[in-house]
């Protein structure tokens, strides 16, 4: 995929639900654009009950037909269509939230069916109906040459995106051209943050991933049933059914829009297969290169990522910061945790002169994950692969339980995801704003072999220090000779901004990366989050 392919397809995402009881004409009325096919009853443990059955049985993949023709609507042609605004779901209510259609294409082949619920307030039997939201390639607008033209009646549609305030509470954007989540292809999904942009995505689940001997799976929503909200909410409720070779899946969403999205999720998982890697609220993104890593001309731009750290919270109240590297192939690291607080895929620095790029990667928004339950004994786990390139995301974090995932065991989780800039806790430590590598040594010498590290933190209890107190430097590494430490207030005038600078090396021989810990502590009090660093020498 190309640069120019893959930000139309981000732009297109970023141009930045049932019923409540209504009588069954008049909610049918608001959708005059769409049909609908028979009704048939729904409950949230009933979904759960037709996911357990499913798991009992060998999968079975629903495919779109006319997979020849969909095989034609590339990136370029995808990026053409574009649902009718003035028939997208809940367009004139209930509810502020209109929904529209994602249309199938080469890379969302798989057909996923949409319902919409209604209350039916008989008074002997009340109850909650789901009712499919046909597809017709006339809800769409795309050119007289699109070879979706040659789509026959029988397609589904590929994903959804819930749009802005149709009430106008966002007065500056126009809910016909702006969305804030949207779920498109496997089980992927995204919403954007505090500065109205799509960046990091999230997954229902990540089976297998990066298993040396068995190939990672992609289990796929294939249906979506949607809950408008109550008059004057700012809450869209949508329920899915995740399917896939080794698991299935019922899924509840509660979506709120704030300053940027929060959602509560549930899933309830039964699993086909024995699954290795059994990674729960999986976080993906794309780290490339910032200024501790940049190599000379390897691109014009100074820092290129959708996220550049990965942020724990642990069960323990420890406050952890790892920067995110590109190794040289794949990079798997172990953050062992007993209930943990959240952990999440950050986008830290957001000054756009880092950047210099009209995609504002600097307004991308972080993704923490907190667990609304206790999930036990696991670990967060971190994959960075290497790339040369922007095109794909190459990171993921996801938290993975000590107990093995074996075929018929069910699992039960429920998180929170905030996507926002910061993380959505407020704590009293200071946090790491920059890490610097270069080489060791003093100017006049510069023995082979040495690099030096500078961590910088800032703000938190660094603010209350007494004057003429420096910080002492915590510092301890796998393995390596550590020389020249010091730490002192970085000299930019700005309060509360120190750094700590070391040296390693020159190492023994061996390709084993060294694992690098750092925190500022001041009479015993630990003053600043701890820095976590996986140093592959070179």
Not at 58 to 75: C, E, N
Request: include cysteine.
């Amino acid at each position: 995929m190309s640069e120019l392919n893959r930000r139309q397809f981000l732009t297109m995402l970023a141009t930045a639900a049932a019923s409540t009881a209504l009588p069954w004409s008049r909610a049918l009325a608001a959708d005059t654009g769409l049909a609908f096919g028979p009704a048939t009853d729904f409950s949230w443990a009933g979904l759960i009950k037709v996911a357990q059955a499913m798991s009992k049985n060998p999968y079975q993949p629903d495919l779109q037909p006319d997979r020849d023709v969909l095989g034609q609507i590339d990136w370029d042609a995808h990026g053409k269509i574009r649902f009718k605004p003035e028939d997208a779901l809940f367009a004139n209510g209930p509810g502020q939230y209109p929904i529209s259609f994602f249309h199938p294409g080469k890379f969302f082949q798989y057909p996923v069916a949409m319902f919409r619920l209604d209350n039916i307030a008989d008074k002997n039997h009340p109850h909650t109906v789901a009712r499919e939201i046909l597809f017709d390639k006339r809800h769409f607008e795309m050119p007289a040459d699109s070879p979706a033209q040659k789509l026959g009646p029988k397609t589904r549609y590929a994903g959804f995106k819930i749009q802005e305030s149709r009430l106008g509470d966002q007065s500056h954007l126009d809910w016909q051209n702006n969305d804030w989540a949207a779920f498109l292809g496997a089980s992927y999904f995204r919403a954007i943050g505090d500065d109205f942009q799509y960046g990091i995505s999230a997954r229902g689940l990540a089976v297998n991933t990066v298993e040396s001997d068995r190939p990672e799976e992609f289990p796929v929503f294939t249906r979506f049933y949607f809950e408008a909200p109550k008059p004057g909410s700012d809450t869209v409720i949508v329920y899915a059914l995740l399917d896939g070779p080794s698991v299935t899946g019922a899924y509840r969403f509660i979506m709120t829009r704030e300053k940027g999205v929060v959602m509560d999720i549930e899933s309830n998982l039964f699993l086909r297969k024995d699954i290795e890697r059994f990674g729960i609220a999986p976080a993906t993104s794309m780290y490339w290169f910032s200024e501790k890593d940049k190599h000379f001309q390897i691109d014009w731009r100074p820092e290129v990522h959708d996220s550049d750290g990965l942020a724990l919270w642990t069960g323990a109240n420890e406050h952890v910061w790892r920067p995110l590297i590109d190794p040289a192939g794949i990079n798997v690291s172990y953050f062992s945790d007993h209930n943990p607080r959240g952990f999440g895929l950050m986008q830290r620095e957001r000054h756009f002169d880092r950047y210099l790029d009209a995609v504002h990667y600097e307004r991308r928004p972080s993704l923490w994950i907190e667990p609304l339950e206790e999930w036990g004994t696991g670990t967060v786990q971190l994959v960075e692969l290497h790339t040369t390139e922007e095109l794909y995301d190459n990171v993921i974090a996801m938290w993975v339980p000590s107990a093995k995932a074996t075929a018929g065991s069910s699992h039960r989780f429920h998180y929170r995801l905030h996507w926002m800039k910061e993380e959505p806790f407020k704590n009293q430590l200071a946090r790491c704003v920059a890490t610097r590598i270069g080489r060791g040594g003093e100017p006049a010498k510069r023995p082979p072999g040495v690099h030096k590290f500078e961590v910088e933190f800032r703000g938190g209890a660094l603010e209350q220090l007494p004057a003429g107190t420096t910080p002492e430097a915590v510092l301890t590494v796998t393995r390596g000779k550590i020389g020249n430490v010091g730490t002192e207030i970085v000299p930019d005038g700005g309060p509360a901004h120190w750094r700590t600078l070391f040296d390693i090396g020159p190492l023994a021989a061996g390709s084993d990366p060294v694992e690098i810990r750092l925190f500022l502590r001041s009479g015993g009090q630990t003053l600043t989050e701890t820095w976590l660093y996986q140093y592959h020498p070179t």
